[in-house]
């Protein structure tokens, strides 16, 4: 039998939650969604029923159309929103994704109805949480979360990735956090700050991991190679899960990383050192990174 994803791989994460639900809303009108591998699909089946428990919706799990009714993703990810609270990012991104479909006009007068409601209702709520996050000081709650995750890591919380995919969940992590959102409302310097900051940590424990200076090359296999470990195919999965809106061509490095079902990208360098790495995913993971501000 396998080990709950909740109890095994997702337990150190707090990033989970977060795209689960978001991945709902961007679901009903995405067309990369139908891309997917068949033992995804059957991980994705795992962790939206573990979900459902968690959060003691467990009938919702029961229903075999979900995939293929938008009000009922639409419903299922308001109902976890507001019982797992995943964030200013996850707001935003569902909510702007809702306000486009109701524009675009293709469901039912009532489906679009509750794209409306639901999609303001999710602003509303990232707006109050903007304002909460600029009252505590952005820097300051993008240094204690960095400094949260970056212990995580050197405390041996992602040992069951390889030695970049330790980074990739690293940055993902904070990507959906207080540092994400500092990078998404700052400007100017003091973005350019936390920029310069997230590189040289990640790029510090990378080293640190392979044990070489952060300017040693290393052939990528060595970077990319999973540690044998109990529930190994489920960290694999969870980690190409937790890549998936990366694409060979925007993101070749974290797709390389992160989609070891597939050949890697091109843009992928074969010899590379810990400050090449993390460098690449930093820029791939925030530079493209949409700006929300809710007003």
Not at 126 to 146: D, F, I, N, T
Not at 271 to 294: G, H, K, N, P, W
Request: net charge neutral; aromatic share 8%.
């Amino acid at each position: 039998m396998n080990t709950p994803l909740l109890d095994g791989p997702a337990r150190p994460l707090e990033s989970v939650h977060a795209k689960f639900i978001v991945d709902l809303v961007l679901g009903i009108d995405n067309p990369r969604q139908t891309a997917v591998p068949p033992q995804q699909l059957r991980f994705r089946e795992r962790l939206m029923n573990e979900i459902m428990a968690q959060a003691q919706l467990r009938t919702w799990s029961m229903v075999g159309a979900l995939s293929e009714n938008p009000a009922m993703r639409v419903g299922l990810a308001d109902k976890l929103a507001s019982t797992l609270d995943p964030g200013h990012l996850a707001l935003t991104k569902m909510g702007h994704h809702l306000h486009i479909l109701q524009q675009k006009g293709n469901e039912t007068p009532g489906t679009l109805q509750l794209y409306a409601t639901t999609g303001e209702r999710f602003l509303r709520r990232a707006a109050h949480k903007q304002r909460a996050l600029s009252q505590r000081g952005l820097m300051v709650q993008a240094g204690e979360h960095s400094d949260q995750v970056f212990t995580r890591w050197q405390a041996g919380n992602y040992s069951g990735w390889s030695l970049a995919g330790r980074c990739f969940i690293a940055l993902e992590e904070l990507r959906w956090g207080a540092f994400g959102d500092a990078c998404r409302l700052l400007t100017g310097e003091a973005k350019a700050l936390l920029m310069d900051n997230l590189r040289a940590m990640a790029t510090q424990y990378l080293a640190q991991s392979i044990h070489a200076a952060s300017a040693t090359r290393h052939f990528y296999l060595q970077w990319l190679t999973s540690p044998v470990a109990p529930a190994l195919m489920d960290h694999k999965e969870m980690l190409c899960w937790l890549g998936s809106d990366c694409d060979s061509e925007h993101h070749p490095v974290s797709w390389s990383v992160t989609q070891t079902w597939q050949t890697i990208a091109l843009g992928m360098p074969r010899l590379c050192s810990a400050t090449r790495l993390a460098t690449a995913m930093v820029d791939e993971i925030f530079q493209e990174e949409e700006i929300f501000t809710v007003v």
